[in-house]
């Protein structure tokens, strides 16, 4: 069942980005260009709503950051969501990420059934916590994989998951003091007050396939990015961003824009946690498997630190692993004799727990630098960070 699905998924993509050739793909294309004409009113009215206060947003009286994009996916989010996160709190900040908690398992009719008997039959089933701040309190399949991926990474900061991300960040406050909450994908969550919108944009693929849901694979159309506070050029390189600006600047005229890159920092072993620089990557023979939105990005990142890669095996974004798919993965490895496997941090929480002995796996610890404008970031940071007087308040936020 979950391999029909993930075909499915597949098949979709596909269509989607125009891969899939022929009558059916062709006809596909045409009912979804449809159904994105709809789309694109349902979003404009949602926006009015909100925008005539009939729809009302909440206010939960503290700073709520929000860091999203305006296409589906692949804009490499997580690691910005960190680095924040890491600022504002080294900052002073009391930080909590609030999640949806993507393709994460919900709680089962028991569970729920036995929450309901230990308080009010109208009780609210409370947000999952996947972290206090000092501990992992849940696996990566009950948290998701990018929220326990930051528990991983970020002290002092908790991470609440829930669909009802006002409700996340109620309990977040109350629970855990908080005094600023990063609304992880939150662009798009408008139930939610947002006081700065951080949008990032991929610089090979900006507005996606320029296409709104879901013949495309954009959220809203691209002026919408008028409502960004700070605007991400993310996966940046040596080349020059002035076209892609330019055409920003169309849609929003005030933002900073600031250019970014995700930069390798080393490889750990999965099993071992041994970690290795770069430079062993140089020359070695290596078999890559991953599960993300644009595994592209990360196997060519590999090959510029000189890796040569032989065997390459892409599952759908967000998959989860089973055992026996990476213990053939390892075998069909050996049988070609290659040095190594690698794979994205991402990809390792959602890796059963498994034991090779005669195929070292690593995954690729990567994390944001700023090649333009971070005295902008650095003075984002402070504004949040520092004392602010209350004739300013709300000039900023």
Avoid at 22 to 36: D, N, P, Q, T
Avoid at 284 to 289: A, D, E, L, P, S
Avoid at 310 to 333: A, L, S
Wanted: charged share 30%; aromatic share 8%; glycine share 6%.
């Amino acid at each position: 069942m979950k391999e029909s699905l993930e075909e499915l998924e597949q098949f979709a993509i596909d269509v989607i980005l125009n891969r899939r050739k022929g009558f059916r793909a062709s006809a596909i294309r045409f009912l979804l260009s449809g159904m994105s004409v709809i789309y694109r009113y349902l979003v404009s009215l949602r926006l009015w709503l909100y925008k005539s206060r009939i729809k009302r947003e909440h206010n939960l009286g503290c700073l709520v950051i929000s860091i999203g994009n305006l296409t589906v996916g692949g804009t490499g989010k997580t690691p910005i969501v960190e680095k924040f996160a890491k600022a504002l709190t080294a900052g002073g900040r009391r930080v909590a990420i609030l999640s949806r908690g993507y393709k994460s398992v919900k709680p089962t009719l028991k569970q729920k059934i036995s929450n309901k008997v230990k308080g009010s039959p109208i009780r609210q089933e409370p947000p999952r916590v996947v972290t206090d701040g000092k501990k992992i309190l849940l696996d990566s399949k009950t948290a998701g994989d990018e929220p326990y991926m930051l528990a991983t990474n970020l002290k002092d900061v908790a991470i609440v998951v829930d669909k009802d991300r006002v409700k996340a960040g109620l309990h977040a406050i109350k629970e855990f003091d908080a005094d600023t909450l990063l609304l992880d994908d939150g662009l798009q969550y408008l139930r939610l007050r947002h006081r700065i919108d951080i949008v990032l944009i991929d610089k090979y693929s900006p507005f996606g396939n320029e296409k709104l849901l879901p013949r495309g694979t954009l959220r809203e159309p691209p002026k919408n990015l008028k409502r960004a506070s700070y605007i991400f050029i993310t996966k940046c390189d040596e080349t020059s961003n002035e076209e892609l600006i330019h055409r920003i600047r169309k849609y929003n005229r005030t933002a900073e824009i600031i250019e970014c890159s995700h930069k390798p920092q080393y490889l750990k072993n999965i099993v071992t946690g041994e970690e290795l620089p770069l430079e062993h990557l140089k020359d070695k023979y290596v078999g890559t498997v991953s599960g993300i939105a644009v595994p592209e990005s990360f196997e060519d990142g590999l090959r510029n630190l000189g890796a040569n890669i032989e065997i390459t095996r892409r599952y759908t974004d967000h998959h989860r692993y089973r055992k026996g798919e990476i213990e053939r993965f390892v075998d069909q490895c050996i049988n070609r004799d290659l040095n190594m496997i690698v794979t994205t941090e991402k990809d390792f929480v959602r890796f059963p727990k498994i034991k090779t002995n005669e195929l070292p796996i690593y995954f690729l610890r990567v994390e944001i630098g700023i090649l333009s404008n971070k005295e902008t970031f650095d003075d984002c940071i402070n504004r949040i960070c520092s004392p602010r007087p209350i004739f300013s308040t709300r000039r900023f936020f």
